[in-house]
């Protein structure tokens, strides 16, 4: 047999199960391993605020979102609970074990979508590599598989697909771009919003019922609601930039801050207040406006596969570009929306530009966030870059989406102008 012979076989295992199992076993550890290593602890999130929240709830009767107020939704608890069953001393290690198995359920569940399927899996273990620890040691690390999973069964139990999304959500709030999504771009609309109201159901009664025998205020449960308030525009978001960039060229006017009551790092300065104060109204309309568009293109007659991925992207960008709160992992956010971009055969600029960001991400944070905080004029350049690609990636959803329209459109009047 010839070496091209060879060729395909070997091919077959390095991009079949056999390889991609390799691939993942070989990022998974090497994220754990910076994790646990790199010295700006990566994993404090973790191992110290999360397990804290744990002895609070343990040794001191708060349990966060059940007896005590909470940043996150109510059923974020489940997962910072869980990681506690191997002991405190292991909580780290348990943790890692658990998004582990979430995140090759996830890949086990592409991998039956076909070439596409294995395709998306080899998309995001790049993914996951490039965004960097972060990706596995927040909440995002929970999440996302469960939203991945969500997506990979859109095209085929949408209602399946709605309830994960929402678990997800209660989670964290950013699935529930992909579920609004589905809302308008999916004709069996009535069954994932039962599904999804179903899961929300569930998850505030159980809820109420733990925190009442628990002896908490039942207004706890939805706390989260108002536990962005008091931030100030953290220095990561999108709205710090005039500050952060007058900070880094020398202004005396603005300035990097920490704020110890809400552990946040913030810009200073004149607006910056409120800039912090417009964010949400600002995300509000966004949405609305995405969401909007894509309510158009669907009764213009706009392919309805098109839709769901762009306004997909495009509200979750839109829940990046106008927050006052920035974090690394708001990254991992594009993971299950591109996702779902692949498997429909519509994933070319938004997995590049999820990429981009991932990458440019990890160089923030980690590695160079020091120099962030201290506003260095390099490190500043390197987190706008990143930035503006969110903002490309928004104008691409918009662009898309009335591009959809004016498609429709132009076929109607043709269809007319034939007719005559």
């Known amino acids: 047999m010839t070496s091209r012979g060879y060729a395909h076989p070997v091919r077959r295992v390095i991009t079949g199960p056999i390889g991609l199992g390799i691939a993942f076993a070989i990022a998974h550890a090497w994220l754990a391993w910076l994790l646990w290593n790199h010295p700006a602890q990566p994993f404090a999130d973790v191992i110290v605020v999360y397990r804290d929240w744990i002895v609070a709830g343990v040794y001191g009767d708060i349990w966060p979102g059940l007896t005590g107020d909470f940043v996150y939704p109510p059923l974020a608890l489940v997962p910072i609970a869980l990681a506690a069953v191997g002991g405190l001393d292991g909580y780290g290690w348990t943790w890692l074990a658990i998004v582990v198995i979430l995140d090759a359920t996830a890949v086990a569940v592409l991998i039956t979508r076909g070439r596409r399927g294995v395709l998306a899996s080899w ?56 579920l609004g999504a589905m809302l308008v771009a999916l004709k069996d609309r009535v069954r994932i919003l039962i599904a999804a109201l179903l899961v ?32 100030g525009v953290q220095v990561e978001s999108l709205l710090a930039a005039p500050w952060l960039i007058q900070a880094a060229l020398g202004s005396t006017e603005t300035a990097v801050s920490w704020n110890a009551a809400l552990n946040t790092v913030e810009v200073i300065g004149p607006g910056a207040e409120l800039a912090a104060a417009a964010s949400t109204p600002l995300m509000v309309l966004g949405v609305l406006a995405i969401a ?9 007659g706009a392919p309805s596969a098109d839709v769901l991925v762009t306004l997909g992207v495009g509200l979750t960008a839109v829940l990046v570009v106008t927050n006052k709160v920035g974090s690394p992992q708001f990254a991992t956010w594009l993971a299950a929306p591109v996702v779902l971009a692949i498997l429909s055969r519509r994933g070319i600029v938004p997995a590049t ?10 160089v923030v944070y980690p590695w160079g966030y020091g120099a962030v905080l201290e506003a260095a004029l390099p490190a500043v350049i390197v987190l706008e870059l990143r930035n503006l690609v969110w903002i490309a990636l928004l104008a691409w959803a918009i662009a898309e989406l009335a591009g959809a329209i004016r498609a429709q459109r132009r076929t109607a009047q043709s269809a007319v102008e034939d007719g005559d």
């Not at 505030?204 to 962005?228: E, K, R």
């Not at 530009?353 to 990890?362: D, F, N, P």
């Open 292 to 300: 909007g568009l894509g309510v158009v293109a669907m009764r213009r």
């Open 200 to 231: 929300s159901a569930a998850v505030l009664g159980c809820g109420l019922i733990a925190g009442l025998l628990l002896g908490g205020d039942p207004a706890h449960l939805l706390s989260f609601l108002g536990g962005h308030s008091g931030r």
């Open 353 to 362: 530009a999820a990429l981009i960001i991932a990458g440019i991400t990890q």
């Open 123 to 178: 998309w995001w273990l790049a993914f996951l590599v490039l965004a960097g620890p972060v990706a596995l040691g927040r909440l995002e690390a929970i999440v996302t598989p469960v939203a991945i999973i969500g997506v990979a069964f859109i095209a085929t139990r949408p209602s399946v697909a709605s309830a994960l999304l929402a678990i997800g959500a209660w989670i964290k709030i950013w699935p529930a771009a992909i």
